[in-house]
């Protein structure tokens, strides 16, 4: 079935860092999501791409849609302590009903 | 203002029962969706309805069956409970076409099976 790899699985951040997480599919898809969930919540969509080559911004956040269709990245500058939770991206197959389908996060956690 | 909300937030049962979890949406939205999140925080699709009728439906056992009584609506109804049914689930909902589809999460709903 389709799979999704997203890495790293986790990352410590530093107040002020920027730092880059990227997802990569060994099929093509239109359309790549990236959404956040903080504990004790549901996934909130963070930035949606839906061109191959798209850079798009929300905040501090950046996520390009790969040129293949087959990987993306995200991007967070200037982190601040609310970044961290886990972030996922997401495929989405329209002519599967919207399915979405997610890679396995990227834990965002506080260097102590 | 909830936009997609479930109930219960937690639920605490015993292996062999059945139970149930509502989710509500009043966003305007046609299309609902069932999503199950494991220990490993790994997210899954289970099941989708549009206008009440069942349009994605993964390989999940015959013992959850979803039930859609209008378009606002998706329940989730689970029999049997066995301990690998304890995972958090989440209800979405989206438009599925003619405008975004973005999905809505709800807050999730933490079942643990003893």
């Known amino acids: 079935g389709q799979q999704l790899n997203q890495s790293p699985q986790s990352m410590f951040i530093q107040e002020g860092e920027d730092v880059s997480m990227n997802c990569t599919s060994s099929?093509?898809?239109?359309?790549w999501l990236w959404y956040k969930q903080e504990p004790g919540e549901g996934p909130v969509l963070l930035i949606a791409?839906?061109?191959?080559?798209e850079l798009t911004s929300n905040g501090r956040l950046t996520a390009q849609f790969g040129i293949t269709r087959k990987d993306s990245f995200l991007n967070i500058s200037a982190s601040i302590p609310s970044d961290v939770g886990i972030y996922f991206c997401?495929?989405?197959?329209?002519?599967?009903?919207?399915?979405?389908?997610f890679g396995g996060g990227t834990r965002v956690l506080v260097k102590p | 203002d909830t936009a997609v909300s479930q109930t219960p937030k937690y639920l605490v049962t015993q292996m062999g029962n059945d139970k149930s979890i509502k989710c509500e949406q009043n966003l305007g939205h046609d299309t609902m969706y069932w999503y199950k999140q494991d220990s490993k925080k790994f997210l899954k699709i289970m099941f989708s309805y549009n206008n009440k009728e069942l349009i994605i439906n993964e390989t999940v056992p015959n013992r959850f069956s979803p039930k859609s009584p209008d378009k606002a609506h998706l329940n989730l109804h689970i029999n049997s409970l066995e301990l690998g049914d304890s995972a958090v689930y989440f209800c979405a909902s989206s438009h599925l076409a003619g405008g975004p589809v973005t999905q809505y999460f709800g807050p999730g709903t933490r079942l643990l099976v003893l």
């Open positions: 997401a495929v989405m197959i329209k002519a599967a009903g919207n399915k979405l389908t």
């Open positions: 099929s093509i898809f239109n359309t």
């Open positions: 791409l839906y061109k191959a080559g």
